[in-house]
């Protein structure tokens, strides 16, 4: 019997679609499924009154193998992320409608695409795009949702759950598998059974806990370990604990591929530093490093490639986490003084030895688990881009021997967290930058001061100094003002707290338990009754529109000098207008040096050569102060005020009441004003 080209085609046609369903029948395509009832059972409800699911975690085709006999037609299109790039996108449209369609079809564009799927509409299909990655994939392959025929059932996989958003009718998220599940899909490729094989239960266990309930770690793991003989699981057992399965790694690193290059920083900072760390701290940090922390958090989320624990800590799965540590490995195999990120032992050999370089941007380190270590003057100067340095202690562990030099070079200016357990030196080094800062921890350290005058502490948020008890006095924290918490548990020199503290806004908590010399908290002002006052260094006036009674101005600063200042000091005022006019020349305010400042001080004094010069020709001026000591060092103003005085004896005595002076003082600065009432 001869039959004619479109019989020989729908014969064709026939066949394969009976091979087709066959295939899916087969009981080879469960083998080895594992631990997916739940999911299948929750799909085929769905399925009932949605048309589009996507689900975030997990694909493969065992997922869908049990429901594919209910459909006319089903396509299933495995890795789709790497097919795209290895034949296109067009191709893999084109694949996939010939699939559908059971026959070949010519190239079609977008236009086209919407009317094979329209064509579709008469049957029941099934399609499943595996592992998606972009939305240029979904809108090549399936069009938007309206396109879909209502007999047609989409499915998609992905790591990144934005690509759902408003593509499906539901999200599904795949659970990790439990430890039972995980057993026996490990065992079925393990030892082709359900259980271990006698005399490997222990070695097993191990292989398990290892692969975290990663079906494709099992599968991986399982398949290397089959048919060996019980040292040879030890030995591979011995070597992942220390050289991660290059296979395994090699997959799960398809997520981390599709990061642009600041998500993959941020990636590679959780594996080394943020895992198990508070979320909304290592925002903080990571937005101070320029990384747009929120955005790539979440990218990050939505590929699974981290979790958020109900406490707000970050999540990294520990193969994810070694694959993030192979990553930076493979930056430059021998020498790991040319690696971004360093850890453990190969934190210690770098530190050890000296062979830090300007790629080292992130240092960790467990002190407890060093017998000792030597650091040369010069360590940190060789890193300028050292970003976090963590050099700690576990709880209720001891470090092991520091040998350094008395003095240290300049640490990284780049430093966002400084965290040293039991740092050895009295402060830190003079040319200290802070600038970037967002964390500062120093538990247990020999600092009496960390470092003199005023910092630029835009970006600081916690400082933990808990347990220094050789701390005198905190820095003039005044321009930290987004610093939150600051910790000074046990600090049992320190007799004063910075009054700067006590100003800032965001300041959340101060825990002070155990300051045992600690005499007050109570911060010196700018006397309340001055008019005008602030908390800067400068301060700008109006000046009244009747002034024939003005009898002169009063001036107030605060000092903050740092704790062993040993040069006298003078007060200097720049009067200008509020354009920057100079008005009048720099003008010292007190004759005489002062000496011996080792807490705030206010100065409060009448001037009447300044007064008489300008407060007759001017409406609105700026006072500009600043502290110098004999050498030229600046003393931080905590505040400054000024004070219109008129000709009132009344008003006269009333300011020298409600100034706090010593009976000499009023009566000398009382006798400064007398001269002109």
């Given at each position: 019997?001869?039959?004619?080209?479109?019989?020989?085609?729908?014969?064709?046609?026939?066949?394969?679609?009976?091979?087709?369903?066959?295939?899916?029948?087969?009981?080879?395509?469960?083998?080895?499924?594992?631990?997916?009832?739940?999911?299948?059972?929750?799909?085929?409800?769905?399925?009932?009154?949605?048309?589009?699911?996507?689900?975030?975690?997990?694909?493969?085709?065992?997922?869908?193998?049990?429901?594919?006999?209910?459909?006319?037609?089903?396509?299933?299109?495995?890795?789709?992320?790497?097919?795209?790039?290895?034949?296109?996108?067009?191709?893999?449209?084109?694949?996939?409608?010939?699939?559908?369609?059971?026959?070949?079809?010519?190239?079609?564009?977008?236009?086209?695409?919407?009317?094979?799927?329209?064509?579709?509409?008469?049957?029941?299909?099934?399609?499943?795009?595996?592992?998606?990655?972009?939305?240029?994939?979904?809108?090549?392959?399936?069009?938007?949702?309206?396109?879909?025929?209502?007999?047609?059932?989409?499915?998609?996989?992905?790591?990144?759950?934005?690509?759902?958003?408003?593509?499906?009718?539901?999200?599904?998220e795949v659970n990790q598998r439990s430890f039972e599940e995980s057993r026996e899909l490990f065992c079925l490729h393990a030892f082709k059974t359900r259980h271990p094989q006698e005399g490997y239960e222990g070695l097993s266990n191990r292989a398990i806990h290892y692969a975290k309930g990663i079906p494709l770690a099992l599968k991986v793991l399982g398949s290397h370990l089959y048919s060996r003989n019980r040292e040879f699981w030890k030995s591979t057992l011995r070597k992942l604990d220390k050289y991660p399965n290059e296979k395994i790694l090699n997959v799960l690193k398809v997520s981390y591929d599709g990061l642009d290059s600041l998500e993959k920083k941020i990636f590679l900072d959780i594996a080394f530093f943020f895992k198990d760390k508070d979320k909304h701290q290592a925002v903080w940090i990571l937005d101070a490093c320029g990384f747009f922390a929120v955005s790539g958090l979440d990218i990050l989320i939505d590929k699974?490639?981290?979790?958020?624990?109900?406490?707000?800590?970050?999540?990294?799965?520990?193969?994810?986490?070694?694959?993030?540590?192979?990553?930076?490995?493979?930056?430059?195999?021998?020498?790991?003084?040319?690696?971004?990120?360093?850890?453990?032992?190969?934190?210690?050999?770098?530190?050890?030895?000296?062979?830090?370089?300007?790629?080292?941007?992130?240092?960790?380190?467990?002190?407890?688990?060093?017998?000792?270590?030597?650091?040369?003057?010069?360590?940190?100067?060789?890193?300028?881009?050292?970003?976090?340095?963590?050099?700690?202690?576990?709880?209720?562990?001891?470090?092991?021997?520091?040998?350094?030099?008395?003095?240290?070079?300049?640490?990284?200016?780049?430093?966002?967290?400084?965290?040293?357990?039991?740092?050895?030196?009295?402060?830190?080094?003079?040319?200290?930058?802070?600038?970037?800062?967002?964390?500062?921890?120093?538990?247990?350290?020999?600092?009496?001061?960390?470092?003199?005058?005023?910092?630029?502490?835009?970006?600081?948020?916690?400082?933990?100094?808990?347990?220094?008890?050789?701390?005198?006095?905190?820095?003039?924290?005044?321009?930290?003002?987004?610093?939150?918490?600051?910790?000074?548990?046990?600090?049992?020199?320190?007799?004063?707290?910075?009054?700067?503290?006590?100003?800032?806004?965001?300041?959340?908590?101060?825990?002070?338990?155990?300051?045992?010399?600690?005499?007050?908290?109570?911060?010196?002002?700018?006397?309340?009754?001055?008019?005008?006052?602030?908390?800067?260094?400068?301060?700008?006036?109006?000046?009244?529109?009747?002034?024939?009674?003005?009898?002169?101005?009063?001036?107030?600063?605060?000092?903050?000098?740092?704790?062993?200042?040993?040069?006298?000091?003078?007060?200097?005022?720049?009067?200008?207008?509020?354009?920057?006019?100079?008005?009048?020349?720099?003008?010292?305010?007190?004759?005489?040096?002062?000496?011996?400042?080792?807490?705030?001080?206010?100065?409060?004094?009448?001037?009447?050569?300044?007064?008489?010069?300008?407060?007759?020709?001017?409406?609105?001026?700026?006072?500009?102060?600043?502290?110098?000591?004999?050498?030229?060092?600046?003393?931080?103003?905590?505040?400054?005020?000024?004070?219109?005085?008129?000709?009132?004896?009344?008003?006269?005595?009333?300011?020298?009441?409600?100034?706090?002076?010593?009976?000499?003082?009023?009566?000398?600065?009382?006798?400064?004003?007398?001269?002109?009432?």
């Amino acid at each position: 019997m001869s039959v004619g080209t479109d019989d020989s085609q729908a014969i064709h046609n026939i066949v394969n679609d009976v091979l087709q369903k066959l295939y899916f029948l087969n009981p080879n395509e469960l083998k080895g499924i594992v631990g997916i009832d739940e999911t299948i059972q929750h799909l085929e409800l769905s399925l009932k009154s949605v048309r589009a699911i996507g689900i975030w975690g997990m694909g493969g085709k065992g997922l869908f193998a049990k429901l594919f006999p209910q459909y006319d037609s089903v396509c299933f299109m495995p890795n789709i992320s790497e097919e795209s790039k290895r034949i296109g996108l067009t191709s893999l449209r084109n694949k996939l409608f010939s699939e559908l369609l059971k026959e070949e079809i010519p190239l079609f564009d977008v236009v086209g695409s919407t009317v094979i799927m329209r064509r579709l509409g008469s049957k029941r299909v099934l399609l499943v795009l595996d592992d998606v990655d972009s939305f240029e994939q979904l809108e090549c392959l399936c069009g938007e949702r309206g396109d879909l025929g209502e007999d047609i059932t989409l499915i998609v996989t992905t790591r990144d759950k934005h690509l759902l958003s408003g593509r499906v009718d539901e999200i599904y998220e795949v659970n990790q598998r439990s430890f039972e599940e995980s057993r026996e899909l490990f065992c079925l490729h393990a030892f082709k059974t359900r259980h271990p094989q006698e005399g490997y239960e222990g070695l097993s266990n191990r292989a398990i806990h290892y692969a975290k309930g990663i079906p494709l770690a099992l599968k991986v793991l399982g398949s290397h370990l089959y048919s060996r003989n019980r040292e040879f699981w030890k030995s591979t057992l011995r070597k992942l604990d220390k050289y991660p399965n290059e296979k395994i790694l090699n997959v799960l690193k398809v997520s981390y591929d599709g990061l642009d290059s600041l998500e993959k920083k941020i990636f590679l900072d959780i594996a080394f530093f943020f895992k198990d760390k508070d979320k909304h701290q290592a925002v903080w940090i990571l937005d101070a490093c320029g990384f747009f922390a929120v955005s790539g958090l979440d990218i990050l989320i939505d590929k699974s490639l981290v979790t958020i624990s109900h406490n707000n800590t970050i999540q990294m799965h520990d193969l994810l986490q070694e694959m993030g540590w192979d990553i930076v490995r493979k930056e430059c195999w021998g020498n790991p003084g040319r690696r971004s990120r360093l850890r453990a032992n190969e934190a210690y050999d770098v530190l050890n030895n000296n062979k830090g370089t300007d790629v080292v941007e992130v240092i960790t380190l467990d002190l407890s688990q060093i017998v000792d270590l030597q650091l040369s003057a010069d360590t940190f100067n060789r890193m300028p881009n050292l970003r976090f340095l963590q050099l700690y202690v576990p709880g209720g562990k001891r470090s092991g021997t520091l040998y350094h030099c008395r003095v240290l070079e300049a640490f990284s200016d780049e430093l966002r967290y400084f965290e040293w357990d039991g740092f050895p030196l009295s402060s830190l080094p003079p040319n200290f930058c802070a600038q970037h800062l967002v964390v500062i921890r120093m538990p247990h350290s020999h600092v009496k001061e960390l470092w003199q005058g005023v910092q630029d502490l835009v970006n600081l948020e916690a400082i933990d100094l808990r347990e220094c008890k050789q701390l005198v006095k905190l820095p003039d924290l005044s321009r930290a003002s987004k610093l939150v918490l600051v910790n000074l548990y046990g600090c049992e020199s320190l007799s004063d707290v910075d009054p700067s503290v006590l100003s800032l806004e965001a300041l959340e908590s101060l825990i002070l338990d155990n300051c045992i010399k600690l005499k007050s908290l109570t911060r010196s002002r700018v006397p309340t009754h001055l008019a005008h006052r602030t908390k800067e260094s400068s301060i700008t006036i109006e000046l009244p529109s009747q002034r024939a009674d003005l009898l002169g101005l009063v001036y107030s600063v605060v000092l903050n000098p740092p704790p062993t200042m040993e040069q006298g000091a003078k007060i200097h005022c720049q009067c200008r207008l509020v354009d920057g006019t100079k008005v009048g020349n720099e003008i010292t305010w007190h004759q005489e040096a002062i000496w011996g400042l080792d807490s705030d001080h206010v100065f409060i004094w009448y001037d009447s050569f300044h007064s008489d010069r300008i407060l007759h020709y001017y409406n609105r001026l700026r006072f500009e102060f600043f502290v110098t000591t004999k050498n030229g060092e600046l003393i931080s103003i905590q505040e400054c005020g000024v004070h219109l005085m008129r000709v009132s004896r009344s008003e006269f005595y009333k300011f020298l009441r409600e100034t706090r002076m010593n009976v000499d003082l009023k009566l000398k600065f009382g006798l400064m004003l007398d001269t002109k009432v």
